[in-house]
Each structure stands twice: as C-alpha cells, then as structure tokens.
C-alpha cells in the first residue's frame, strides 16, 4: 500500500481508497462540480446508511441510502440524458441512493433528497446526481413524520 | 454578461452543439426550444439552485446523528 491510496477524511480519520468502492461523478456533484471520485462506505455493518467520501476532499461526504428504505414505490422516471450518460441499457445493473441530510444535534428531524437521487451504474462505477423536474418529489422529504406542534403554555 | 437581442424563432448557438431557439414571447413568458446532445442534462436554473444548497446542506451531516434504526416505510 503506498501513501497515495490513503486519505485522510475529516469524519473516518486516515482511509485506503481501494478502486473496488470507488464512485466516479464525471460531472461532480450538483454544486460540487469539481469533485468526481467518492468512496462508498458503509456506515456500519448493520447499517443501511453508506457515506459517499470525496477522494479529492477529504472533509466532504455525504451521507446517502436505499430510498426504499423510507418510502414505499419510489420509482422516478430516468431522463433519457442520464441513461445516456451513464451508459445505462435496461439489463444493467444500477444503485439509487437518496441524499440524507440530517441538521446537526437533530436526528428527528432528519430529511431525504427524492427530487436529486444519485444513480450509480454498477458495472463501470460511473454515478450522477439526477434533478428530477416533477415537483411531486420533495427536496427534504421527513423521514420521521409530520413535525408536532406544540403550543406554548 | 453577454447580452444578445433574439426575435422569436431566432437562436443562439453555443459550443458546438447547443442550440437555444426563441419559440414564443406572450407578456413575461419566453419559450425556449433548446437542442443540446442528450448526455446534456438542462435544468431550470431555480431547480438546480435548490439541489445545489441541499447538497451544500446535507453535506453538513455529522455521523454522530445517524439514528440506530430507521424507521420502516409508512409505520
């Protein structure tokens, strides 16, 4: 192992990039154009949480997972540009995860990104971050149901 | 910015191989036709604007918050 296969990661300290976890964004990330290499890492061995490690930043990452872990008969239509870009035929095998983003100390009120899934294309390790124009899916979506309101007393 | 004039079913071109036409003006509203090869993706700007800052947010995300199990679809 040389030095160039670690990185050092702001949340997972000193790791290997191996190229068998290796994601390529070749457009980067919406917002994030410059970065193309992530690691998917999985959060823990039971969980169903996996980070996307930026190789090139190592205090980027973003946590994502199965959105059918959340919601039930997500299936957004795939542009055709991202199936083309990805080189996705129908047979092909391919990941969804959807962007969790949690605010920091609140796990209640923990979100899911189902208008930007990433979609990996699982036999060349290329992904892309899709926009989906249906506004029936939410930015951030709630995972933990409807905030309660409380009333003061 | 560069700042062209267009009238309608007039385009611009830009690279090679994007090519925007002005389909219709009716009051505030521009139609646009826009060719582009199809591994161009084109995006409503404001669209791309609110994924943008829910990356930049979600990528705020500590793993100290994961929560121990998630909760199963529509409990």
Request: proline share 12%; glycine share 4%.
């Given at each position: 192992m040389t030095a160039a296969n670690l990185i050092d990661t702001r949340r997972f300290g000193q790791i290997e990039c191996k190229d068998s976890d290796l994601v390529t964004f070749r457009q980067g990330l919406v917002g994030f154009p410059d970065r193309t290499r992530f690691m998917l890492i999985?959060?823990?061995?039971?969980?169903p949480f996996h980070w996307l490690q930026s190789v090139e930043d190592g205090n980027l990452a973003f946590l994502v997972a199965d959105p059918a872990i959340f919601v039930k008969d997500y299936a957004p239509e795939m542009p055709d540009a991202t199936a083309e870009f990805l080189e996705l035929k129908e047979d092909t095998p391919r990941l969804v995860y959807t962007i969790v983003n949690i605010p920091r100390?609140?796990?209640?009120?923990m979100t899911i990104n189902l208008a930007g899934p990433i979609i990996v294309n699982v036999e060349t390790g290329e992904a892309t971050q899709v926009i989906l124009?249906?506004?029936?899916?939410?930015i951030r979506h709630r995972v933990f149901g409807e905030r309660v309101g409380k009333v003061a007393a | 910015m560069l700042v062209l004039t267009r009238k309608t079913n007039e385009s611009i071109i830009i690279g090679n191989d994007v090519q925007i036409t002005v389909l219709e003006v009716r009051g505030e509203q521009v139609r646009l036709g826009i060719l582009a090869p199809r591994n161009v993706p084109v995006h409503r700007y404001e669209v791309y604007v609110r994924i943008s800052e829910e990356n930049q947010s979600a990528?705020?995300?500590?793993?100290?918050?994961?929560?121990e199990t998630p909760k199963s679809p529509d409990e």
């Open positions: 999985q959060h823990d061995p039971e969980s100390g609140q796990t209640s009120e124009e249906d506004d029936s899916y939410s | 990528a705020e995300t500590d793993p100290s918050d994961i929560p």
